[in-house]
């Protein structure tokens, strides 16, 4: 009887030890009301299954990649073991192991943090079972840094727990703790004793209590694997210290309305294992500034006819462009009144025969809408997969004789002179064109301080052309050829947009009535990017190669993934490994971002999408 009441005290103790480690609470209670940036995973573990339901895991693990891969982990461990032995990057990377609970990195910055030596970060992350391998390695790390000549403070004790600060050669600090299964760490030891001291169950305020954090990821839900908060209200507060002249330019430039960032990410949590995310920008007030230049109206989507069928990407931001050039010209005035005065200035004066002078407002913004379109393309006939794609931009009008007999005189008179041939119908329409050329004096200096040998370049390359028409409801500006197409597909509406499979399927995917729409077939450029990557020089082992450190995925032995910090040395993968693109396609769908404005804030959300089957 003796040994099964033991038995069941160990198992009980077992049981409250693993509840206590279950029931640590949200970062935000954690640290400081001063934390500037917050990037939060809630359960790593379980982030790490929904990833593993994600298209990129899926590429990752698809045997055409499988070179590639296996080159890029074995270059990045051999740069990882090339590092100090006293390095916390490689002792954790070959430590091969994830947290299972809580992960959350958090940057406190103050009167007293902002002129630190070092970041004021904290790192809180929950282990479970695997805590004692953790405590392994950072006795590992503690005496590897002794032996290349850092040193260990006294440890302290703080509210029962103990507190150790090490410093390594460079005299740089690290203070970390345990505490149940969590290893947590900073480069202040105030910062961690505010985080211990919490867990401990003191009742300081937090960032949690803020009502700016509650209200922004509130509204960013509601899939929270991964979470970011910006406290854009305490970055401002800091610079704005600095002088009242930063406090003034701050508020004409509307900054001091805006208050938070609120961003959620669910991973593989929609159908077909899609993805999204939702971000809420918070501000406080009526928007002004730069929140008012940009104040995207809601409407039904549309996409303009003349928008081609061959179109991959398509973007639709509703826009009242008076309102916004008012608002621009209002803070312009604020602050560089001399440039303000440019937006008055006329593109044209009157001339002596009598012609008006041409002014932006007056005779361009009054007569625009308030829509703006931008749709990139690629020929079905192309064969370089990794060309620049055609790109055509389009702006709403609102009085299109007007704003034609402006910009036609304009065009005569200042941007093609004495030319004739920059001007032709098109399915009754008036094509303008531009010659690039005569603007490289304004975009490159003095030609007699232009380089020989670019000068040579230039005069050997084919001059490329702009072109601009007007139609009833928008102006369309893009390369001639791009042009010219736009007018032959309003004129056979058959070939639109509208009619591509891509485009109605990721269109169903957000709500009827926005400000902002960007929709993307991501294969084309995806495509793009993958030829431009294989074709590159990068990857011959190269000494005197550029070092970079980038943020990405790594995975250790056993094959699990997560976002590491990664090193390279310009050579840390090889294009040439990369399989043809046809391969992977299938692993690129669409994605969809969306915006409205709300009068708190803004609202935007992004989706990854499967593939489209073709038609």
């Not at 609470?25 to 359960?43: C, F, G």
């Not at 790390?141 to 150790?164: H, M, P, T, W």
């Not at 209590?209 to 839900?221: K, N, R, T, V």
């Not at 501000?283 to 109206?297: M, R, V």
Request: aromatic residues 6%; hydrophobic residues 40%.
């Amino acid at each position: 009887m003796k040994r099964i009441i033991i038995a069941v005290s160990v198992v009980l103790l077992i049981c409250i030890s693993f509840a206590s480690a279950a029931s640590l609470p949200k970062a935000a209670k954690l640290v400081s009301p001063d934390t500037v940036l917050l990037i939060e995973v809630d359960n790593f573990a379980q982030m790490q299954s929904q990833f593993k339901s994600t298209n990129i895991y899926k590429l990752y693990k698809d045997p055409a990649m499988a070179s590639f891969f296996d080159n890029f982990r074995t270059k990045l461990k051999d740069r990882m073991q090339k590092r100090d032995d006293n390095d916390i990057f490689r002792t954790f990377y070959n430590l091969g192991i994830y947290p299972e609970g809580r992960a959350a990195l958090a940057l406190v910055l103050n009167e007293q943090t902002k002129d630190s030596n070092e970041p004021p970060f904290i790192i809180i992350t929950q282990w479970g079972e695997k805590i004692d391998k953790v405590k392994e390695a950072v006795k590992d790390l503690v005496q590897k840094n002794l032996d290349k000549g850092g040193r260990k403070k006294d440890s302290e004790d703080y509210k029962g727990v103990s507190i150790e600060t090490m410093l390594d050669e460079h005299s740089t600090p690290f203070v970390y703790c345990f505490v149940d299964d969590c290893l947590l760490a900073s480069t202040t030891a105030d910062i961690l004793k505010f985080t211990v001291s919490q867990i401990k169950g003191a009742s300081s305020p937090t960032l949690a209590d803020e009502q700016d954090y509650s209200s922004s990821l509130s509204a960013a839900g509601p899939h929270h694997d991964i979470d970011l908060f910006v406290n854009i209200k305490q970055v401002l507060k800091i610079f704005a210290s600095e002088s009242p002249e930063v406090r003034n330019e701050m508020s004409t430039l509307g900054l001091d309305n805006i208050k938070a960032l609120g961003l959620s990410v669910g991973l593989a949590r929609l159908d077909n294992s899609a993805s999204t995310g939702k971000a809420f920008l918070k501000i406080d007030g009526d928007k002004k500034g730069i929140a008012k230049i940009l104040d995207i109206q809601s409407a039904p989507l549309t996409i303009p006819s003349f928008v081609s069928s061959s179109a991959y990407t398509a973007t639709v931001v509703n826009l009242n462009i008076k309102n916004s050039f008012g608002e621009l010209t209002k803070v312009l005035t604020s602050l560089a009144p001399p440039l303000a005065a440019l937006l008055y200035t006329p593109l044209l004066p009157e001339s002596p025969d009598g012609q008006q002078a041409i002014e932006l407002k007056k005779d361009i913004i009054d007569n625009l809408g308030s829509q703006i379109i931008v749709a990139q393309s690629r020929s079905a006939t192309a064969k370089d997969s990794s060309a620049e794609p055609d790109t055509i931009v389009a702006i709403a009008v609102s009085n299109s004789s007007s704003l034609e007999k402006a910009l036609s005189t304009l065009h005569s008179k200042k941007l093609a002179p004495d030319n004739p041939d920059a001007k032709r119908d098109l399915l009754g329409h008036t094509l303008y064109l531009i010659e690039i050329s005569s603007f490289l004096p304004v975009l490159t200096g003095s030609p007699s301080r232009t380089p020989l040998a670019e000068m040579d370049t230039l005069e050997s390359q084919p001059a490329p052309k702009l072109a601009f028409t007007i139609t009833d409801t928008f102006i369309i500006f893009g390369s001639e050829k791009t042009v010219e197409q736009a007018l032959r597909t309003l004129n056979d509406k058959s070939s639109s947009i509208s009619s591509a499979k891509w485009f109605n399927s990721a269109r169903s995917a957000i709500q009827s009535s926005v400000g902002l729409a960007a929709l993307e077939d991501t294969a084309p450029s995806a495509e793009t990017l993958w030829q431009i990557t294989k074709q590159s020089e990068q990857g011959s082992d190269a000494p005197d190669a550029q070092q970079q450190v980038t943020l990405g995925l790594s995975a250790n032995s056993s094959g699990m993934v997560a976002p590491v910090l990664m090193f390279s040395e310009g050579d840390l993968i090889n294009p040439k490994l990369l399989p043809q693109f046809d391969a992977v396609r299938k692993y690129f769908g669409l994605s969809v971002l969306s915006g409205t404005s709300r009068p708190d804030g803004f609202i935007f959300e992004y989706k990854t999408l499967p593939p489209v089957t073709k038609e």
